[in-house]
């Protein structure tokens, strides 16, 4: 049983990866504190269940449209946020706990407040010796780990990618060098906002969508952010799968309502005893030396 479960948290963490590694992006790129992160994960749940409604597609395959979708979204929220860019850190922080409360009323006016969930398009699991998983939760995860290893890739082996760590890095630095750094934070910003809509429209497959739902994915996100340290894509990927099996296994072993509580202690206590983030040393890409324009 103690496998199951532990195999259960890692297929979730999978999905977990994507929301923190997108908030962890922005905040390492632009430094932007975005309270309304899980509410973009929302959208992305949202979009997924309307593309479903009009066209019948899954997740598994609507996911493809919900990127786009909410990358166009993010840009739009990085227009009213931009100004803040390089200010009072207090403003990011009003200015996107507003923006949650504008997008969580208007999901509320577009789709009342009733709990929303998908089909499921499977019926059965794979079954390997005792272990049972859920053919929903691997598809979500396999996507998730997929799109995991692009981004990484694109992060390290391209010149886009390249130009986000350099900002990231030092923005002086590598605008000095021809960085256009307006543009990587805005396509910094839309990236990990794309990231969250795609691990809600998977999420969809294993909870409901209702539109005040962001504080709660807005929060997680956050204790993965910190966890795994301020700014650190792979330290955030690192902490998503611990957070993922802690999850499962105090839903298990405790109950589902002490889930958010055993992470939150924990949480607490790595910030007393590490508070710079329990992987914060996690690093799979050297600091950049040379810069190409972008």
Not at 78 to 84: A, G, H
Not at 115 to 130: A, C, D, Q, V
Not at 193 to 221: E, R, S
Request: glycine letters at 10%.
């Amino acid at each position: 049983m103690l496998l199951q479960l532990i195999i259960s948290g890692i297929l979730l963490g999978g999905v977990y990866a994507l929301t923190s590694m997108g908030l962890s992006l922005v905040f390492g790129v632009s430094k932007i504190i975005n309270f309304a992160h899980g509410d973009f994960v929302v959208i992305g749940m949202y979009s997924a269940l309307s593309i479903y409604y009009v066209t019948g597609l899954g997740p598994y395959i609507s996911w493809i449209l919900v990127i786009p979708i909410s990358f166009a979204i993010g840009w739009l929220a990085f227009q009213l946020i931009k100004k803040t860019i390089g200010g009072e850190e207090i403003n990011q922080i009003f200015i996107t706990i507003g923006l949650s409360m504008v997008i969580q009323n208007l999901l509320l006016m577009t789709f009342k407040s009733d709990y929303r969930t998908m089909k499921s398009s499977f019926s059965s699991s794979l079954e390997i010796g005792n272990i049972y998983i859920s053919y929903e939760s691997l598809l979500a995860f396999l996507i998730a780990v997929a799109v995991t290893i692009a981004f990484l890739w694109f992060l390290n082996r391209t010149d886009l990618g390249r130009a986000m760590r350099a900002v990231s890095q030092d923005k002086d630095a590598a605008s000095l060098m021809g960085v256009k750094v307006e543009l990587i934070n805005v396509l910094a910003f839309g990236l990990g906002i794309a990231m969250a809509g795609l691990a809600g429209g998977l999420l969809l497959t294993m909870y409901a969508a209702y539109p005040t739902a962001g504080g709660v994915y807005n929060l997680l996100a956050w204790v993965i952010v910190v966890l795994g340290g301020l700014g650190q894509v792979e330290g955030a990927l690192a902490a998503a799968f611990l957070i993922g099996i802690c999850e499962t296994l105090t839903g298990f072993y405790i109950g589902p309502d002490f889930r958010q509580v055993v992470y939150y202690l924990f949480f607490i206590a790595i910030l007393i005893i590490r508070p710079q983030g329990l992987f914060s040393g996690i690093r799979m890409h050297k600091k950049v030396k040379h810069e190409t324009t972008a």
